[in-house]
């Protein structure tokens, strides 16, 4: 669908050393995080209704994200897997290379530009 190249030696394996990166910090974001995305407490009798009100909302926006950081996280280990099966750098709906300029600001794309476009026209 694309007119991306295949990705050289190199470029994959400045992508691997990113993905790396972006996995670690990934995973030290949701080890911090595990806290603020624990059940509030709502028993505690001297906390006023609206600040039960901005814990519940803090939680539900902790919760949030950490679910996109898990979906990261889960993206960067198929990504470094790909990696090690020679097959990074492909789009996983058509088979064409995603190319450098997507895979440089998210290494663990797993569709080109094109399908990811159509990918997200169909869940709105």
Do not use: H, W
Request: hydrophobic share 35%.
């Amino acid at each position: 669908m694309g007119d991306a190249e295949a990705l050289t030696e190199a470029q994959v394996e400045s992508l691997r050393l990113q993905l790396e990166t972006l996995k670690n910090d990934l995973q030290a974001r949701l080890d911090t995080t595990a806290a603020a995305a624990k059940p509030v407490q709502l028993d505690q009798t001297a906390v006023g209704r609206v600040s039960r009100m901005d814990a519940l909302q803090g939680q539900a926006m902790a919760q949030a994200t950490r679910r996109t950081m898990e979906v990261q996280l889960t993206q960067c280990s198929t990504a470094l897997r790909s990696v090690e099966r020679g097959e990074y750098g492909m789009c996983r709906k058509c088979e064409e290379p995603i190319g450098i300029a997507r895979l440089s600001v998210r290494p663990e794309a797993p569709f080109c530009l094109e399908c990811q476009r159509g990918a997200d026209r169909s869940t709105t």
